[in-house]
């Protein structure tokens, strides 16, 4: 294991993750791949690629709003336009911005009257800087855009394109700094689970089992808990991707997706349970669930493709869909970092016939996916991984070589209860029948 997991805090009696360091990588790559491009600045409404750029959070609150800009010219610092009395705090702590902290608010999400004219503000606000660098003549790379504000920079003579793939580009390999952070973030994760498997017994709630998790982050210093899928029973089969108030019941699979933010750095992270047994079925499905797994992990290097690793997953009509978009994202990759779905992408709808070569420094998470053949049941897997220069090390920590049962451990007259075992009893016994198959219902 090369990757070290340190600390949250300062410390000056060891070398950790230097956040200074981290801001300039970031905003390097960034300058990187504008230069490369045919765009002559890019201008950000996305959370995530503003944060990149500029270094600057104002809480979770205001990720769905679309009320923050950022600019980044080509010869350039980068300006950001923010909301309220933030950008009077940048000025005040956010030294690396020196004068690019402005007070500026963008459209909310159409909730501004359309004639207020705030869509034009922030095209003029934009043409201005363009202008000052000689630019305004140059395509703008736009992220996403709120389409009154897109029509407004299109009225200020400015030709818009697409500005992600610059973002998605710098951001596609991560620095060491970010790899450490994405490395801690998954160790709260690893603490998480554990908590979870003492807890997880019939009669708990899906919703029990969040709260859980979520008290659990946040006293370890999340800055966030994007959400955790938590499905037990014959919500397993098949995925809906939310927790409900179902109760765990005796010999439920349950499996949990924990995604959280350590200083910004995500996680997409599952694990599979059988709560006090698991049926035979279920434990199949998650085997063929692992090994699936295994084998793409053992295919990731330098040079390899996102195709090379899909190659080995299976078809969609092989786990009972009608194409490779009804079962999107149930064997699938996807890259980890300031957002949970960032380049490369690992799906047999893309990667076979659009490859992405794997390079040093990439972190993703691969997860797979197994329906069990009593038509309820089902595995999930989820594994995050860096590459390194001669293979990839796993930094999701908590045991899924094999299916863990959870819960009480039963004992009976005759010793303990197996946790081999279906969830009804009277399919139990010794010689693998029932009363109703034995001749006139006698006994055996």
């Known amino acids: 294991m090369a990757i070290k997991t340190f600390g949250p805090n300062a410390v000056d009696w060891e070398e950790r993750i230097d956040l200074d360091r981290l801001r300039r990588d970031r905003l390097t790559r960034l300058r990187a791949e504008l230069a490369r491009s045919e765009l002559g600045s890019v201008l950000s409404f996305d959370f995530a690629n503003i944060r990149y750029m500029t270094a600057t959070h104002i809480g979770t609150w ?16 980068p300006v950001i336009w923010d909301f309220g009395s933030a950008a009077r705090h940048h000025q005040l702590y956010n030294p690396w911005l020196g004068d690019g902290a402005r007070a500026g608010i963008s459209t909310l999400r159409g909730a501004f009257h359309p004639d207020a004219g705030i869509a034009a503000d922030v095209a003029r606000k934009v ?44 951001r596609r390999v991560k620095t060491r700094d970010e790899i450490s952070l994405l490395t801690q973030a998954c160790s709260m994760v690893d603490a998480a689970y554990e908590e979870l498997y003492g807890f997880l017994r019939p009669g708990v709630r899906e919703n029990e089992c969040v709260g859980l998790v979520s008290k659990v982050l946040y ?37 949990f997706d924990i995604l959280h933010s350590h200083l910004g750095y995500r ?52 786990f009972g869909f009608a194409d490779e978009t009804a079962a999107f994202a149930l064997q699938y990759g996807h890259g980890v970092g300031l957002s949970i779905w960032e380049k490369p992408i690992f799906s047999r709808l893309v990667s076979l016939d659009h490859p992405e070569t794997l390079e040093p420094g990439m972190v993703f998470a691969l997860e797979t996916y197994w329906p069990a053949s009593d038509g ?69």
């Open 62 to 77: 205001a990720m769905d709003k679309l009320i923050r800009f950022a600019l980044l010219t080509r010869d350039g610092d």
């Open 267 to 318: 996680t997409c992270y599952y694990r599979t349970f059988a709560v006090g047994s698991a049926s035979r079925a279920m434990r199949d499905a998650y085997t063929r669930c692992r090994e699936y797994m295994d084998e793409a992990i053992s295919l990731v290097k330098p040079g390899a493709t996102t195709a090379d690793i899909v190659s080995v997953w299976p078809r969609a009509q092989e």
């Open 127 to 170: 043409a201005m800087v363009l202008r000052e660098h000689g630019l305004a003549d140059a395509p703008l790379g736009v992220d996403v855009v709120e389409p009154p504000v897109l029509f407004a920079l299109r009225d200020e003579g400015i030709e818009v394109a697409d500005g992600q793939q610059v973002f998605l580009e710098a």
């Open 219 to 255: 006293d370890l210093g999340s800055e966030y808990v994007e959400g955790v899928n938590a499905i037990s029973g014959e919500r397993c089969s098949p995925h809906p991707h939310v927790y409900s108030d179902r109760l765990v019941r005796p010999g439920d699979p349950a499996f």
């Open 376 to 444: 309820w049941s089902a595995a999930r897997i989820e594994e995050e991984l860096v590459v390194t220069p001669d293979g990839c090390e796993v930094i999701t920590k908590f045991p899924a070589e094999d299916l863990l049962v959870a819960g009480r451990r039963y004992w009976t007259a005759a010793g303990p209860l197996d946790t081999l075992r279906e969830p009804e009893s009277h399919l139990n016994r010794p010689d693998g029948s029932s009363r109703h198959d034995r001749p006139n219902g006698g006994p055996r």
